[in-house]
């Protein structure tokens, strides 16, 4: 099946600097990439929507300006944790959508765990 | 909205026994239904899904689920378990139309553990 990469796995920071978490598909083009937040113990909720050559659609209560999403090829989309703090640290996962593909079919990555200190 | 229900949080079965995990969707328009595992720290796999056609899915690992239309539910079984299923569960569905179908709504999650 298609191959989701994200990168780094895991990843400390210190509050207040930022950090990005990269989504790649690897033997497929994505136009279309959704990431993902998991808290512990808890379901995934959709953070955005990501569109290559377009704006991300963000879902409602998630800041956009906090999250930066950029989808600037068929096959990568970052995620840009800006000003990071504590409340933030969580598993951010990201799927994508095969162009073209069958109807429904996503592929998920293997996570990103943020841990700010 | 669209939701999912995950009846259980916590499923404790024994080795070879068989599971039923639970869901229960609500919708108003039609809804493709998804079961994923994810084991820990990792991201989901597909176990299987239900589009349309046979109300009977059969997956990987040997699970399958039956979607049932009148009482909107999508439960996933497995007839005999290995302590390898041990793994969080997640059910989810998602409108059966438009760009929109790719956008999840996942349960809360079953978590199932497989004991000698």
């Known amino acids: 099946g298609a191959v989701v990469s994200q990168h780094p796995s895991w990843v400390i920071c210190k509050s207040g600097t930022s950090v990005k978490i990269e989504c790649r598909s690897l033997d497929f083009q994505a136009t279309t990439m959704f990431w993902y937040r998991q808290f512990p113990k808890q379901s995934l909720m959709l953070m955005a929507t990501?569109?290559?050559?377009?704006?991300?659609?963000?879902e409602q209560g998630v800041e956009k300006d906090k999250f930066l999403i950029n989808h600037a090829s068929l096959t990568l989309s970052t995620l840009t944790v800006t000003s990071a703090h504590p409340e933030d640290s969580s598993f951010y996962i990201c799927?994508?959508?095969?162009?073209?593909?069958?109807?429904?079919?996503?592929?998920f990555g293997e996570g990103s765990r943020l841990t700010v200190l | 909205a669209q939701s999912v229900t995950q009846l259980d949080s916590q499923v404790p079965v024994f080795e070879e026994a068989p599971v039923e995990l639970r869901c229960n969707y609500s919708s108003s328009v039609s809804v493709y239904l998804f079961w994923y595992v994810q084991y820990p720290n990792q991201g989901l796999q597909l176990l299987l899904k239900y589009l349309s056609g046979s109300t009977l899915v059969k997956g990987i690992n040997g699970f399958e689920a039956e979607f049932n239309k009148s009482q909107t539910s999508f439960h996933l079984r497995k007839p005999s378990v290995h302590i390898s299923d041990t793994a969080e569960y997640f059910c989810?569905?998602?409108?059966?139309?438009?760009?929109?179908?790719?956008?999840?709504?996942f349960g809360k999650g079953t978590l199932l553990t497989v004991n000698p």
């Open positions: 989810a569905a998602s409108k059966g139309s438009g760009g929109s179908n790719y956008k999840l709504t």
């Open positions: 990501s569109n290559e050559g377009s704006k991300a659609t963000y």
């Open positions: 799927s994508a959508r095969v162009t073209g593909g069958r109807t429904g079919e996503l592929f």
